[in-house]
T-cell receptor, first 113, second 113 residues
Framework: GNSVTQMEGPVTLSEEAFLTINCTYT??????LFWYVQYPGEGLQLLLK?????DKGSNKGFEATYRKETTSFHLEKGSVQVSDSAVYFC????????????FGKGTMLLVSP | DVKVTQSSRYLVKRTGEKVFLECVQD?????MFWYRQDPGLGLRLIYF???????EKGDIPEGYSVSREKKERFSLILESASTNQTSMYLC????????????FGPGTRLTVL
């Protein structure tokens, strides 16, 4: 089956630190990959996505590169802000028919001033 | 601005009660989803619907049912609420063929006493 594995949190950083949240996947087909973010008290929202190998998704200073050889989609940001404190979910979907998203368990990020 | 709304942010019910959670989207999306979110377990798919009057079981449908009589509305029903259904419930929608780009509501935190 399909699965997504994320590093466990919480990840605790000081403002302006470099962020990496690891994500690896297994898939029975050829997936598209996503990062969703959930700010406190809100639903999830799409942060970025990549649909094929070597694609780089980017948004709001975050980026992730689809690495087929290592089945990974690690999230990075060069300088985090307090406002980036949230839960981050890595997800995949197979590019076929009526597929549904498979989510990782989420990684909480806490950024202190 | 796209929007998914859920009928309640917080709900408290008693064991054995019938519970209705309502979700409405204003984007004319064909596909709609219900998830529950629990600490350490991430998001788990309960039911989804590809179109009006259609429904498909997700990963954890036991104890739940759904109704989709109109395109914009997707209801989750707990026939006889139990304490193990205490959770955060998230609704989402997406355009058919738009792969993994889903739009989420703010969630309903349900407590069953």
């Amino acid at each position: 089956g399909n699965s997504v594995t994320q590093m466990e949190g919480p990840v605790t950083l000081s403002e302006e630190a470099f962020l990496t949240i690891n994500c690896t996947y297994t898939a029975t087909g050829y997936p598209s990959l996503f990062w969703y973010v959930q700010y406190p008290g809100e639903g999830l929202q799409l942060l970025l996505k990549a649909t094929k190998a070597d694609d780089k998704g980017s948004n709001k200073g975050f980026e992730a590169t689809y690495r087929k050889e290592t089945t990974s989609f690690h999230l990075e940001k060069g300088s985090v802000q307090v406002s980036d404190s949230a839960v981050y979910f890595c997800a995949l979907i197979l590019n076929s028919g009526y597929s549904t998203l498979t989510f990782g368990k989420g990684t909480m990020l806490l950024v202190s001033p | 601005d796209v929007k998914v709304t859920q009928s309640s942010r917080y709900l408290v019910k008693r064991t054995g009660e019938k519970v209705f959670l309502e979700c409405v989207q204003d984007m004319d999306h064909e596909n709609m989803f219900w998830y529950r979110q629990d600490p350490g377990l991430g998001l788990r798919l309960i039911y989804f619907s590809y179109d009006v009057k259609m429904k498909e079981k997700g990963d954890i449908p036991e104890g739940y049912s759904v109704s989709r009589e109109k395109k914009e509305r997707f209801s989750l029903i707990l026939e006889s609420a139990s304490t193990n259904q205490t959770s955060m419930y998230l609704c989402a929608s997406r355009r058919s063929g738009d792969s993994g780009t889903q739009y989420f509501g703010p969630g309903t935190r349900l407590t069953v006493l």
